[in-house]
């Protein structure tokens, strides 16, 4: 059983997923606008936030509101916000391939409290609340995976290529997680990364750069679905500095003993 709020979640992501599907089908067709080499924005995108955001308003009009394509809202009650990736996988988008999400959290007192991600190609719904569980489909509780040797296991990553320090150092990081692990996968979409992690897909995942709605969304999932998640340092959390290391607990600490020895 979803709550109210959830439900509102929800609504508003399969609302905006419906619309950013009908615009995949003809992506040929968009007009879109770059905003830097390997980050564009598509009118879907910025139609799908636009969706969002009224469907939430409507619904909570006095929680405040983040949005990667700019909508921002300050809010009236202090203590919540949405934080919001209408299109979480732009690039897969453009080229036609199907991984993508809509990505929602709120956020009350600093802290994440609930959660949806929708792919709505595979119709994949994402959704999780603080104490309740990660669910996909309201049918399958999750759990991230059981492994414990790195040796075993598959990784996801994302690695941009915007020439930053960031991509530089993820680079040298995955020269020596590469060797370490089974499988190495990068998907184009973080929240489905962290999603996938709390679904036992994938066993572990880091990155560096990511923006709060990267990683706000699947926080929430990972962490209810079992996992552990910090930034390179170790610190928990990791949602304002934008890098996460996630996994089960063990597969997590092995990971981030490797990311911690790249310098
Ligand atoms: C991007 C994706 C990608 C990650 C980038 C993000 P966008 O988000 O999540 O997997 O590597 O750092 O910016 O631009 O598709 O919303
Ligand atoms: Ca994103
Ligand atoms: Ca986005």
């Known amino acids: ?34 905003k830097g080499p390997a980050d564009f ?27 990667e394509e700019g909508t921002e809202a300050k809010g009236t009650d202090g203590q919540h916000r949405w934080i ?30 609930a959660s949806v991600i929708y792919n709505p190609v595979m119709d994949e719904l994402y959704t999780a609340e603080k104490g309740g569980g990660a669910w996909l489909n309201d049918r399958k509780r999750l759990r991230v995976g059981g492994r414990k040797h790195l040796a075993d296991t598959v990784i996801v990553t994302g690695i941009n290529s915007r020439g930053r320090a960031s991509d530089l150092l993820q680079l040298r990081q995955l020269a020596h997680v590469t060797p370490a692990v089974a499988g190495i996968r990068r998907t184009g979409s973080a929240s489905t990364d962290l999603a996938w992690v709390a679904a036992g897909r994938f066993d572990g995942y880091w990155e560096a750069g990511l923006a709060p709605w990267d ?3 699947g926080l929430l999932l990972l962490k209810e679905a079992g996992g552990v998640i910090s930034d390179f340092s170790g610190t928990p959390g990791a ?20 990311i911690k020895s790249v310098q």
């Not at 809509?102 to 994440?112: S, Y």
């Open 239 to 258: 949602i304002w500095n934008g890098e996460v290391v996630a996994g089960n607990e063990s597969i997590q600490g092995q990971l981030l003993k490797i």
């Open 41 to 67: 924005v598509s009118n879907a995108d910025k139609r799908a936030e636009q969706i969002v955001f009224e469907e939430l308003q409507k619904a909570r009009p006095t929680y405040a509101f983040l949005g």
């Open 84 to 113: 919001v990736d209408p299109l979480d996988g732009t690039t897969n988008f453009l080229h036609g391939i199907p991984m993508f999400a809509v990505a929602i959290a709120l956020e009350r007192n600093q802290e994440i409290v």
């Open 1 to 34: 059983m979803r709550s109210a709020l959830l439900n509102i979640m929800v609504q508003a992501a399969t609302k905006a997923g419906r619309s950013l599907s009908k615009d995949f089908g003809e992506v040929e067709n968009l007009q879109v606008s770059v």
């Open 215 to 217: 990683v706000a969304p």
